[in-house]
């Protein structure tokens, strides 16, 4: 059997409500159009990191794409869940391959052109 | 003479030289499409919110749009900036309006998509 990839939409989380909630709107485009994906978070929302793993491994899946939903690569990115990530790949077996944060994609900065100008037209 | 209106996109900043490039490649099309606009940070980079308002106040701009380069609404941007806001609007007798963060808005969702189905195809 092929091993079949999960990806993984990692937001930094927050104790606010309103915040998860625009991540979650954040993700729809993205869960609705891309198979086997979901959103997660790095700390404060479930599922964790360590639970979408967990959760995905036991699904059958052997192998990770996690795709950071942060606009730039801060200390998280750089320290932090690199080792989250050597940490779950050691302890499930699996393998995780971390991305550039979508900030780096040219996409974004596209996307915030339009933004700008629909609150400049507003 | 109309009151002139400057459009401030707010990045958080970084000590992070790196952290500051992307924030600026993700303004360059921005600044390169919308006339009076630039790019400021609310801590440890400069232009800081205030260097900007104080700048654009000398040369005779007295309305500020300050369009925030966050993905979500936390706690800076519910509570830190609305009060530098206020304050700054004393300080200097200019209008600052705070607009939602760009992940508010649809077009952030549909770049998201576009980067992960680029991220996945590569």
Redesign the interface.
């Known amino acids: 059997m092929a091993s079949r990839t999960k ?1 993984l ?1 990692l ?1 930094h989380g ?1 104790s ?1 409500e ?2 998860r909630r ?2 979650e ?6 869960l609705a ?2 198979p086997d ?1 979901t959103i997660t978070y790095m700390e404060l929302c479930q599922p964790s990191l360590q639970q979408s793993i967990a959760e995905g491994t036991a699904k059958g899946y052997s192998q990770f ?1 996690v ?1 950071p ?7 998280h990115l ?1 320290v932090d869940v690199p080792k989250m990530i050597q940490s779950l790949e050691t302890e499930y077996g699996v393998t995780i391959t971390l ?1 550039p ?20 037209e507003a």
Chains 1, 2 share one sequence.
Do not use: M
């Not at 939903?69 to 200390?75: D, I, N, S």
């Not at 994609?105 to 339009?114: D, M, R």
């Open positions: 990806t939409l937001a927050s606010d309103n915040w625009t991540f709107s954040l993700a729809a485009p993205t159009s891309v994906s794409i795709v939903l942060f606009l730039a690569a801060g200390r750089r991305t944060p979508i900030g780096e994609n040219p996409h974004l900065g596209v996307a915030i052109k339009a933004v700008v100008e629909d609150t400049l």
